[in-house]
């Protein structure tokens, strides 16, 4: 059996990486960039901004550490290449994600805005091959649900809308959770790129939230309340343009 490799200069990562795989007594050997990779290292494992300085065909680089030793067991268990991989989505300013490849629990995490579940997904596929890669996603939350549909629009083959309704278990639990059941729930397909119509209620939010984000100095317009709602830009950077 293959082990991990952890080649890293960055001591936090290095850290957190060497207790995650302690945790879960996952076998790995610490090298240094000029090492020579063992015939028993199968992935290695580095932080993104040092990808490039390791020489070696299967490389995982990643900010989030238990984002990248899950996808370097998923490779090093010959998960690298799936028939079908299914993406589910709870919907939110913060979507739960979880990635079910041929059955079997890849990744689960809270991503930290709906355009980087795009970013998110595109990760995923540059280290591991899907025949067929389908998203489903949860029906709540319209206005963030339409907006993690357009960011994902070009890279899937397939979105599925799922009514949660149907899946009266989901209530009370976390939204990676969440996520893990709506990958596992049918859904009818979305055949056309949606638009993202944020509502009153959402730009009132916003608004407010921008008087608490500035200090009580201003409140954005409604303009840029609804530029921000459609993910276009963030909340500080429309305080910023007000100010």
Same mark, same amino acid.
């Given at each position: ?42 992935? !290695? ?8 300085? %390791?020489?070696? &065909?299967? $490389?995982? *680089? ?98 599925? !809308? ?8 989901? %209530?009370?639990? &976390?939204? $990676?959770? *969440? ?65």
């Amino acid at each position: 059996m293959k082990i991990i490799g952890v080649m890293t200069e960055d001591f936090n990562f290095f850290y957190e990486i060497v207790q995650i795989l302690k945790r879960i007594s996952e076998s790995f050997i610490s090298l240094g960039f000029d090492d020579a990779v063992p015939i028993s290292v199968g992935v !290695i494992i580095t932080s993104k901004r040092e990808k490039n300085l %390791v020489n070696f &065909p299967k $490389v995982v *680089a990643s900010k989030d550490p238990q984002h990248a030793v899950n996808l370097a067991l998923s490779i090093l268990k010959g998960g690298e290449k799936f028939d079908l991989a299914i993406v589910g989505i709870d919907p939110g300013p913060r979507p739960g994600m979880a990635v079910i490849a041929d059955g079997r629990l890849v990744l689960k995490k809270m991503i930290q805005s709906p355009e980087k579940v795009s970013d998110e997904i595109s990760d995923i596929i540059s280290y591991i091959g899907f025949s067929k890669l389908m998203v489903r996603i949860g029906h709540g939350d319209p206005t963030n649900r339409n907006r993690t549909i357009c960011a994902i629009w070009d890279i899937v083959d397939k979105i599925e !809308i799922v009514d949660e309704t149907s899946t009266t278990t989901k %209530v009370g639990l &976390p939204d $990676v959770e *969440a996520a893990m059941i709506i990958a596992q729930t049918s859904g009818h397909q979305v055949m056309e790129r949606p638009t993202v119509c944020p509502t009153d209620g959402e730009i009132r939010e916003i608004q407010r939230l921008s008087r608490i984000e500035s200090g009580g100095r201003i409140t954005i317009s409604s303009e840029l309340a609804r530029t921000v709602a459609k993910g276009v830009i963030t909340l500080r950077e429309a305080i910023d343009s007000q100010l």
